[in-house]
């Protein structure tokens, strides 16, 4: 077990940060921590990184006290925060160069490989780098030397879709190279790409756990068809995966929850012209959630 926490609780007076989180996640596996702002997810890591002092519960890495053994835990764990600071004055250079050498028993192997994969320029000051720019930098040190921990927080923040892609492709490498990562995000997609199971958390508690296969067989899909000739919308209603039925234009919506197989069958009745069937996506989960 890499990361256990049991009865994890935050309260700042009597605002509540996060409440009773009691979680566990393996060694190799890609762990997302998925909530809205506000939700508790920066105060979790906080505490996890020994930033902040738990007001109740506790919480272990490689099983070590995250408040008595932080020093030795840091030695194992990279972060990097949603609100990336860096020393301005420094070249991008300088700071890897400086963070280098704060861990002398470990070698930055990864270092200019990382610089190449990210098209990232360590020549120039920080304070010239957009945001983009300082989130490679944060995560070019994170990794160059290849911890067994690595905690995210909105990991991909100001990054351009395929620097997107590229630092996913860099996530999963590393899980396959036996790390493991605890990913804080409200991006969807993101989590459903990269991730092996989800937290979800509301207003400061953990209110489900589930895989991503999981996610998606709850999530709602939509199917839009363009019959040829007029049918019976109530035939497709009576259905019990049918969650509702619209006209759009020309088009019929079919929404649907779980097995498709059913609705497949019963639209193969009719002559089609058009069909798409738009995937389960988290965010339809996400959003039906919440709303719950």
């Known amino acids: 077990m890499v990361i256990a926490t049991k009865n994890l609780s935050k309260y700042y007076g009597k605002i509540k940060g996060i409440d009773d989180l009691t979680l566990q996640i393996n060694e190799g596996e890609i762990f997302g921590f998925l909530g809205p702002n506000g939700a508790g997810k920066t105060t979790t890591i906080r505490l996890l990184m020994g930033l902040l002092k738990p007001t109740n519960g506790s919480a272990k890495i490689f099983g070590l006290d995250t408040q008595k053994d932080t020093v030795q835990i840091k030695q194992e764990i990279s972060l990097v925060p949603g609100d990336v600071h860096l020393y301005d004055k420094m070249k991008g250079s300088?700071?890897?160069?400086?963070?280098?050498?704060?861990?002398?028993?470990?070698?930055?192997?990864?270092?200019?490989?990382?610089?190449?994969?990210?098209?990232?320029?360590?020549?120039?000051?920080?304070?010239?780098?957009?945001?983009?720019?300082?989130?490679?930098?944060?995560?070019?040190?994170?990794?160059?030397?290849?911890?067994?921990?690595?905690?995210?927080?909105?990991?991909?923040v100001g990054l351009d879709p395929l620097m997107q892609q590229e630092i996913y492709k860099i996530l999963r490498e590393f899980k396959e190279n036996g790390g493991t990562i605890f990913l804080s995000s409200h991006f969807l997609p993101e989590v459903d790409k990269v991730c092996d199971r989800v937290g979800i958390v509301k207003n400061g508690n953990l209110v489900s756990i589930e895989s991503i296969e999981g996610l998606r067989s709850k999530t709602v899909r939509h199917l839009d068809v363009l019959f040829e000739g007029e049918v019976n919308l109530q035939e497709f209603q009576v259905l019990s995966q049918v969650v509702s039925v619209k006209k759009i234009n020309q088009h019929i919506r079919i929404t649907i929850q779980g097995e498709v197989d059913a609705l497949i069958k019963h639209i193969a009745k009719y002559k089609i012209k058009d069909l798409t069937f738009n995937q389960a996506s988290l965010e339809d989960f996400f959003m039906d959630f919440y709303k719950k």
């Open 94 to 156: 300088e700071l890897i160069e400086y963070i280098d050498k704060l861990n002398p028993t470990k070698e930055a192997i990864l270092k200019d490989r990382l610089i190449a994969r990210l098209n990232f320029d360590p020549d120039r000051k920080i304070k010239t780098y957009s945001k983009g720019n300082k989130q490679k930098l944060a995560v070019i040190i994170a990794l160059m030397h290849q911890p067994k921990l690595l905690v995210l927080d909105e990991p991909t």
